[in-house]
């Protein structure tokens, strides 16, 4: 097993594009419960209570729902240095931005699929008012208790039209890969379904799923977390009351990770997912853990399978792919 490069500490923050700009924003603020930072004519900035970065999550106005870009804090100044040297010796890399509100000069790339990120080291903290700051020095701020109140980002998963590209390109940046799913997991040849990666303890920071349009650069769900499953159920009901209505019928657990979650779709059109419960990857050769799609691992509780269709399992593999 070889070294990790860590070029990448953690993921800083994700950009969705919403075609619903202020109903995104009031959901994500109000039902969700974060805070906005900063916003201008196109997009609002927006941060959960327990997050020191300047934001987690950009909405921007867009004429499809969908993936802006994905943001990566680098593991320090030097290690920009190096992974900006990598990517400029592959066909991914893209070149320098100045920056964006909340962080500084950025270096922009693209997956195999076609997904747009940016690697990046200078970050501006969260500015927290008196009257919301925290009695412990280690806590940002206050739990508001508004709505959801999830703790921080989790993860993203994308849908990807090669899982295995995508998956190899993400390991040469130093991402682990601790999960899989296969059409025939025994087949070492088999199709990927899915491939789930961490640069962190995380069960996964990135996710990658079959895509079932052939559309390069697409996106699943953006996940944010708190702290127990009861905290799930209580968002469940909070969803619900709200007058959303919850995918897969309601909260259960992934058998891949083990995640407690529930997914809801938003008013600009993205899916978002809640999660708490997964467990953490310590060791550096944990997996991968090889599933086949006949497991459903996505449901480890319930009967929903996204790779049938009329209750039969899609043998075609031209057209396995999640749900949109």
Known sequence: ???????????????????????????????VGLEESYRDENSIYLRAWGEYYHHSLKITKGDKPGLGHIGWRADSEEALKEAVKYLESTKFGIG?????????????????????????????????????????????QKNHGRGISPRRIDHITLHSNDVKKDREFYQSLGFRYNEGIYLDANDP??????????VTNLSHDIAFLKGNDNTPGGFNHICYAVESREEVLLAADYIVESGYELEFGGPTRHALAEGFFFYVIEPGGNRFELYAGAHLIFSPDFGPIRWNVKE????????VMPWEKDGKMIDDTSKVGLIK
């Open 1 to 31: 097993m070889k070294k990790n490069p860590h070029f990448i500490s953690h993921l800083a923050h994700v950009e969705i594009f919403s075609t619903k700009l202020e109903e995104s924003a009031v959901f994500f603020k109000d039902v």
């Open 96 to 140: 320098w931005i100045e920056g964006d509100v909340g962080h500084g000069p950025a270096y922009r790339f693209k997956s195999p699929d076609g997904h747009l990120e940016e690697i990046f080291w200078q970050v501006d903290r969260c500015e927290i008012p008196e009257e919301k700051r925290s009695k412990w020095k280690n806590r940002p």
């Open 296 to 303: 459903n691992p996505n449901d480890a509780w319930g009967r």
């Open 189 to 198: 040849e088999s199709l990927e379904i899915g491939a789930w990666l961490s």
